[in-house]
T-cell receptor, first 118, second 115 residues
Framework: DGGITQSPKYLFRKEGQNVTLSCEQN?????MYWYRQDPGQGLRLIYYSQIVNDFQKGDIAEGYSVSREKKESFPLTVTSAQKNPTAFYLC?????????????????FGPGTRLTVL | SQQGEEDPQALSIQEGENATMNCSYK?????LQWYRQNSGRGLVHLILIRSNEREKHSGRLRVTLDTSKKSSSLLITASRAADTASYFC???????????????FGRGTSLIVHP
């Protein structure tokens, strides 16, 4: 899973609670991303950060919040405002620099966190 | 943002056979990527093909790109049971202020290789 760790692997939450999913990378990548994956679906972008102390909303940001205080860390908080939070959450990072043979937008993914709301 | 669409949605083959999956997209791209996802795991980057390339190989993987038809194919030769996974194509999606793109992923092809 390429130097990106996510914890916990499984997370259970009661309705009305906020929970925070951890994502850490040691690849020295500038950019980090959070995706949500539902069964049989592609990945939907929640938030992304191109640089420390800056982040942007993705396609489904409502009910989620993030922070990027350190280059290595990009935690995602699923708030009680998220109406259907049960899903598989994936964190990714990319180098983002031009001229790479692998492509500046090639992403490296963590192992994921499966969140279940009880 | 545009999205690649994989076809077929599911593919079931016997070990040793070749597996071909396709990806179609809507607008011009700079490059196209293929990723693999084992059940319950993160995605792993397999191969990137640039818009000026027509074919690329990596081990048992062969990727083609036809920009005139806005399509790509991923061929896995001599498949193994360990190739069982979902395969996603990703195309240029959301542009960023830095000039790169956040890939947009399709829904994937689920491949099952029977021993």
């Amino acid at each position: 899973d390429g130097g990106i760790t996510q914890s916990p692997k499984y997370l259970f939450r009661k309705e009305g609670q906020n929970v925070t999913l951890s994502c850490e990378q040691n690849l020295n990548h500038d950019a980090m991303y959070w995706y949500r994956q539902d069964p049989g679906q592609g990945l939907r972008l929640i938030y992304y950060s191109q640089i420390v102390n800056d982040f942007q909303k993705g396609d489904i940001a409502e009910g989620y919040s993030v922070s990027r205080e350190k280059k290595e860390s990009f935690p995602l908080t699923v708030t009680s405002a998220q109406k259907n939070p049960t899903a598989f959450y994936l964190c990714a990072s990319s180098n983002g620099h031009p001229g790479l043979a692998e492509g500046r937008n090639t992403q490296y993914f963590g192992p994921g966190t499966r969140l279940t709301v009880l | 943002s545009q999205q690649g669409e994989e076809d077929p949605q599911a593919l079931s083959i016997q070990e040793g056979e070749n597996a071909t999956m396709n990806c179609s997209y809507k607008t011009s791209i700079n490059n196209l990527q293929w990723y693999r996802q084992n059940s319950g795991r993160g995605l792993v980057h397999l191969i990137l093909i640039r818009s000026n390339e027509r074919e690329k190989h990596s081990g048992r993987l062969r990727v083609t790109l036809d920009t005139s038809k806005k399509s790509s194919s991923l061929l896995i030769t001599a498949s193994r049971a360990a190739d069982t996974a979902s395969y996603f194509c990703a195309t240029d999606g959301r542009p960023t202020p830095g000039g790169s793109y956040i890939p947009t992923f399709g829904r994937g092809t689920s491949l099952i290789v029977h021993p």
